[in-house]
């Protein structure tokens, strides 16, 4: 028995030590990394009924991912562009969904780490208690709201602004709006947590010394909250681009989001081999572009999940 | 910059942010009381409390709450165990694998949850068929495979919360237990797990309200255990009805109920702790005057406050009914679409008669019968025929419209038959 296993059960006890590890090993092989590996090796072979699986024509294929790109074999174009499409609109709105709650949380963040008192404490609840609410109702809401008879049409059509009602959900302004709205908190809290620890003397520091307070959230607040708000950031875009819920019910008709994509593989068309090889493009995608980003703002992973 | 001109700013932005994070939340909540058979706030009907009775009888729902407490429960004890494994470990892990490690078990926050959901799915399927059993076997039971792939996530969340307290833990602690004779579980059981309980508490919290809401990796693995969130997406994905605004009302006064309550307690222990430190000598060494309960915690009287008003709109719902309104309201609406319909029958009229005119200039003299006037009246003159029409379909519309049996005023006056239609 090497060492460091000998030291464990010293420290633990046999039995506590095994329930330990034996747990730990459930969770880390047993639920993360082996079903991910299942689900590559899945991903590349061909959609057969049950009884022919690990016959002579379970082979590994590309034909999973080349049908992305291709599209179907003999097909009437040279790219699968409906899917293509799709797929990079996806990672596209995310961006822009994550930007967007960057942009409207971060001056909250600032706010409720900065400054004292009883009443950050009651913001803090009223932030929370949505993130309570179930995702599905939270769409749901906003779907009264955004609606052809909904709240925001009655409102601006009373005001005379339009006269006719303006089709949000078609425009997918509902579908953006709920996805910011699903993952404010995970974009603040990160950042609150960063902010707090910020010693308010360096910003009055840098207030005595003459900066603007433009200045001042630039050369000071920003560098310092950088782990809170790539943090923030990366949950916001995994999380939006992973989305499902969202984009089914204030997706408009039209416009399909790429998990609805892999969800009517496995459903619908019954491919689960088709939908695993999706899956796979759109998880190795996101984790890439994540690493891309934070090496462009040159972040740690370490700094991830502070 | 002016400085009040900031703060005033500043609490825009503020009452802005929180209106589009808790507007959408009251409004849906208000639109379980409105009559409507669409969920929406305006024009209001009436107030009503038929959603609720339709929520409670609706099987599928009150079904898709037992699996989803169930699997709840489930995820629970699985996750909180294995984030509690995992914190112990990582916080004695040999340090060239911590940073590995961290990652690995950190990962399934950040995978999306229709991955996980899929990657489950798929897993288990496959040990099914090494293991050789059927269909109907436990390891493609929806529960279990819900359970599991929530699991896979929650775990890391728990472990958040857990590590957070665990570093706090002083080591000397257990080894003290040892030295007196405790064996591990003992010490494990005795000093560790009461030094983490509120963080177990919180973590199990976390745990089942991530389980209830969870959508994303659920709709892969259910199987024939729909959970609430799963018969929710799907009845609003194929209609909306106010059902699902009760619904929601209740989840939010839930909610808040126990989010103020919470926030009571914790101010109460505050206040408690305070009132102790500023007690004078002889008032710790007699009776210590606690503050009364509601002195100075703002929350304890709201969550009285809200327990009243629930009391109150319960009591209204079971002695109020809203019959009389609503039947007001439908013959308001009724009046109204026969409004809109008599307004459509005379455009069209209008219409007609232009296309007339212009025919009649057109065509002259030498007009054809039109064989859709068949209102008894010759077809010589152009100007009559119009008015025969108008006869007709004040007709029509009368015969829709039992209400006023003659409102054609001057038409009918050319009509052989008017002088019956008057008795």
């Not at chain 1, 008709?253 to 090889?277: C, E, M, R």
């Not at chain 2, 995978?111 to 059993?133: A, H, Q």
Request: net charge neutral; glycine share 8%; with cysteine.
């Amino acid at each position: 028995m090497p060492q460091f296993l000998k030291d464990f059960f010293n420290r633990n006890g046999t039995g506590m030590g095994l329930a330990i590890l034996g747990l730990v090993l459930f969770w880390t092989i047993g639920l993360i990394i082996l079903p991910q590996l299942s689900m590559l090796d899945f991903s590349f072979r061909p959609n057969l009924p049950p009884p022919e699986i690990g016959g002579p024509k379970d082979v590994y294929t590309l034909e999973n991912y080349k049908y992305l790109i291709y599209g179907p074999e003999g097909g009437s174009q040279d790219y699968n562009t409906v899917d293509l499409r799709v797929f990079f609109r996806t990672l596209v709105a995310a961006v822009c969904v994550t930007i967007f709650n960057l942009i409207i949380c971060y001056p909250i963040a600032y706010y409720l780490g900065q400054s004292e008192g009883s009443h950050i404490r009651i913001f803090a609840i009223m932030l929370i208690i949505p993130y309570w609410i179930n995702e599905i109702l939270r769409a749901f809401a906003l779907r009264i709201i955004f609606g052809e008879t909904g709240v925001l049409n009655t409102l601006f059509m009373g005001m005379g602004i339009w006269d006719t009602p303006f089709d949000f959900i078609r425009n997918d302004i509902a579908l953006y709006a709920g996805l910011g709205y699903a993952y404010i908190l995970l974009m603040i809290f990160p950042m609150y947590n960063v902010i707090e620890s910020l010693d308010k003397n360096q910003i009055e520091a840098a207030r005595d010394l003459g900066a603007p307070w433009w200045r001042i959230h630039w050369r000071v607040v920003i560098p310092y909250a950088k782990p809170g708000i790539s943090s923030g950031c990366t949950m916001v875009f995994m999380l939006s681009a992973g989305a499902l819920a969202a984009p089914q019910i204030l997706g408009g008709p039209s416009s399909l989001w790429f998990t609805q994509l892999i969800y009517q593989q496995f459903n619908d068309n019954n491919d689960w081999p088709q939908g695993a090889a999706y899956a796979i493009v759109l998880l190795v995608t996101c984790i890439l572009f994540v690493l891309a980003v934070m090496r462009l703002f040159k972040v740690n992973m370490g700094d991830i999940g502070k | 910059m002016n400085n009040s001109f900031l703060r005033i700013s500043i609490w825009v932005y503020l009452a802005i942010f929180f209106l589009y994070l808790l507007g959408p939340l009251v409004i849906m909540s208000i639109t379980a009381f409105n009559s409507s058979g669409f969920p929406r706030m305006s024009p209001w009907e009436c107030l009503t409390f038929q959603w609720f009775g339709e929520l409670f009888q609706d099987q599928r729902i009150l079904n898709g709450i037992k699996n989803s407490l169930i699997i709840g429960l489930g995820t629970v004890v699985l996750s909180v165990a294995m984030g509690l494994a995992g914190a112990l470990m990582l916080t004695q892990i040999w340090p060239k694998l911590r940073a590995t490690y961290y990652t690995i078990i950190i990962a399934p926050i950040l995978i999306p949850g229709v991955v996980l959901g899929i990657s489950t799915l798929v897993f288990w399927d496959r040990i099914n068929r090494m293991l050789g059993l059927g269909a109907d076997s436990f390891l493609s039971n929806g529960i279990f495979l819900t359970v599991i792939g929530q699991s896979t996530f929650i775990a890391s969340y728990c472990m958040l919360v857990l590590v957070a307290r665990l570093q706090r833990y002083d080591i000397a602690l257990t080894e003290a237990a040892l030295d007196l004779g405790a064996s591990h579980a003992q010490a494990f059981r005795k000093i560790l797990l009461p030094f983490m309980r509120p963080a177990i508490a919180s973590a199990a919290v976390l745990a089942f309200l991530a389980s209830f809401e969870n959508y994303n990796t659920t709709t892969f693995t259910f199987g024939e255990y729909p959970t609430l969130t799963i018969e929710l997406a799907q009845k609003v994905r194929y209609g909306i009805t106010p059902a699902i605004s009760a619904l929601a009302f209740i989840i939010v006064a839930l909610t808040v109920f126990f989010a103020l309550l919470n926030e009571a307690k914790l101010k109460r222990q505050k206040l408690v702790a305070a009132a102790r430190k500023n007690a004078t000598v002889e008032e710790l060494a007699g009776k210590i005057k606690l503050p009364s309960f509601f002195a100075g915690n703002a929350a304890a009287v709201l969550v009285v406050v809200f327990a009243i008003a629930t009391i109150t709109v319960v009591g209204t719902a079971t002695a109020y009914d809203p019959g009389q309104c609503i039947a007001d309201v439908r013959e308001q609406k009724q009046l109204e679409a026969e409004q809109r319909i008599q307004q459509l029958r005379e455009q069209r009229e209008e219409r007609r008669k232009q296309r007339e005119a212009e025919e009649a200039e057109q065509g002259g003299a030498q007009s054809t019968p039109k064989p859709s006037n068949n209102s008894g009246f010759g077809n010589v003159f152009a100007p009559n025929s119009l008015g025969g029409d108008e006869s007709e379909s004040d007709d029509g519309s009368s015969e829709a419209d039992p209400a006023p049996s003659n409102n054609s005023g001057f038409g009918n006056v050319f009509d052989p038959n008017s002088l019956q239609n008057d008795d």
